[in-house]
T-cell receptor, first 117, second 113 residues
């Protein structure tokens, strides 16, 4: 089956620093990828839609200058949390739809646990 | 407003027993409904996907049903195992692309020996 990977799986950083999270589609090309954030015992919340070769589309309330998204290739999207603060600590998950899969199957990455101290 | 409501919020059952999780939704236009299993600290893994015309779909010990008229779905787990302990999330897609996902808050299932 299709696989989406994320790196790193866990990261701890100090307040004020920036952290980059990678999302890769391992056996298919993804022109679109999605980034979610999940707080403990809460639903996944869509942050942004990452489009290969163009600007990401951010959901209302998500600061585009704080959460930088780059989708430079058909298999890689990155999310950079800039000037991280403790309230940014969360579980970040990406997903990608596999072209041709039916119907509209999306594959989720394993997630990245970010802790800002 | 598109909403997905799941019940119960949490559930504890004995190993070997069956259980049924519920999902009610108000999502328009409806595209498809999915059930995901999410282990703690992991990404969601797809169990079933159903479109408007499908009433039931099985994946091993997991059977999902869909009533598009009443906008309800259920996930039935048969002969539960300890490894079934996880959060089960109902996700309803809207729109033509099916990419706009509406997530339920999940049902936390604990299977005990």
């Amino acid at each position: 089956g299709a696989v989406v990977s994320q790196h790193p799986s866990r990261v701890i950083c100090k307040s004020g620093t920036s952290v980059k999270i990678e999302c890769r589609s391992l056996d298919f090309q993804a022109t679109t990828m999605f980034w979610y954030r999940q707080f403990p015992k809460k639903s996944l919340m869509l942050m942004a839609t990452s489009n290969e070769g163009s600007k990401a589309t951010y959901e209302q309330g998500v600061e585009k200058d704080k959460f930088l998204i780059n989708h430079a290739s058909l298999t890689l999207s990155t999310l950079t949390v800039t000037s991280a603060h403790p309230e940014d600590s969360s579980f970040y998950i990406c997903s990608a739809p596999k072209p041709g899969a039916s119907p509209y199957e999306q594959y989720f990455g394993p997630g990245t646990r970010l802790t800002v101290t | 407003k598109n909403q997905v409501e799941q019940s119960p919020q949490s559930l504890i059952i004995l190993e070997g027993k069956n259980c049924t999780l519920q999902c009610n939704y108000t999502v328009s236009p409806f595209s498809n409904l999915r059930w995901y299993k999410q282990d703690t600290g992991r990404g969601p893994v797809s169990l079933t996907i159903m479109t408007f015309s499908e009433n039931t779909k099985s994946n091993g010990r997991y059977t999902a049903t869909l009533d598009a008229d009443t906008k309800q779905s259920s996930l039935h787990i048969t002969a539960s195992q300890l490894s079934d302990s996880a959060s089960y999330i109902c996700v309803v897609s809207a729109g033509d692309s099916g990419y706009a996902l509406n997530f339920g808050k999940g049902t936390s299932l604990l299977v005990t020996p």
